[in-house]
């Protein structure tokens, strides 16, 4: 597609319960990047993906967040047993490849609200 | 390690006003600089962007200037429209063989333009 979509747009969970988040990045970009923006705006970088494979997975939290690319599938980001604070806005990004001209498309995000 | 300072908001202008958004960094090497726009209940958008010193990114009447030597890339625009009201963020992406990697972001400065 022409566009990065994410679904769903908003999503509740219970504490404890099981998040999943996906991701169609454009088709044709190598890259895949998620973010997450907590509080009023902050932004935090937590992994990214070049194809299938992990590029960069320092801002991933190490329990309960996992990702995945595979192919001719959405991305995802999946929450095991989410807690109060992994409510936030979580975006997904997309690039063609990596260079200094590169910019990153992003999605409209999905909206986590734990409760 | 890299990080973004930028001006704490909200930023309240009358239409036509001037605008001044001051962003700082830290980075080592050489990182690229971008200002990124998020409308109410949208993604983020790329605003501008520059990839060295020196370089001056503009778009739709901002600009900003990477300036290496006093680690800043300030976003500016000589009169600001009610459609400007948004948040602002400025990011940036560390040095990594010269490739854009992931964005590290500044926690975002608030635009309130009124008529």
């Known amino acids: 597609g022409e566009e990065v979509a994410q679904t769903p747009k908003h999503l509740v969970r219970g504490e404890g319960q099981k998040a999943k988040l996906y991701c169609a990045p454009i088709?044709?970009?190598?890259?895949v990047f998620w973010y997450q923006q907590v509080l009023k705006n902050e932004f935090k970088f937590l992994i990214s993906?070049?194809?299938?494979?992990?590029?960069?997975e320092t801002g991933m939290p190490k329990e309960r967040f996992s990702a995945k690319c595979l192919p001719n599938s959405p991305c995802s980001l999946e929450i095991q047993a989410t807690k109060l604070e992994d409510s936030a806005v979580y975006f997904c990004?997309?690039?063609?490849?990596?260079?200094?001209?590169?910019?990153?498309?992003f999605g409209q995000g999905t909206r986590l609200t734990v409760v | 390690g890299n990080s973004v300072t930028q001006m704490e908001g909200p930023v309240t202008l009358s239409e036509e006003a001037f605008l001044t958004i001051n962003c700082t960094y830290t980075?080592?090497?050489?990182?690229?600089l971008f200002w990124y726009v998020q409308y109410p209940g949208e993604g983020l958008q790329l605003l501008l962007k520059?990839?060295?010193?020196?370089d001056k990114g503009s778009n739709k009447g901002f600009e900003a200037t990477y300036r290496k030597e006093t680690t800043s890339f300030h976003l500016e625009k000589g009169s600001v429209q009610v459609s400007d009201s948004a948040v602002y963020f400025c990011?940036?992406?560390?040095?990594?063989?010269?490739?854009?990697?992931?964005?590290?972001f500044g926690a975002g400065t608030r635009l309130a333009v009124h008529p």
């Open positions: 088709k044709g970009h190598s890259y």
């Open positions: 520059a990839t060295k010193a020196d």
């Open positions: 990011a940036l992406s560390p040095s990594f063989s010269g490739g854009y990697n992931k964005l590290i």
């Open positions: 993906f070049q194809n299938e494979n992990v590029f960069d």
């Open positions: 990004a997309s690039s063609p490849h990596t260079g200094l001209n590169t910019e990153a498309f």
């Open positions: 980075a080592t090497g050489y990182p690229s």
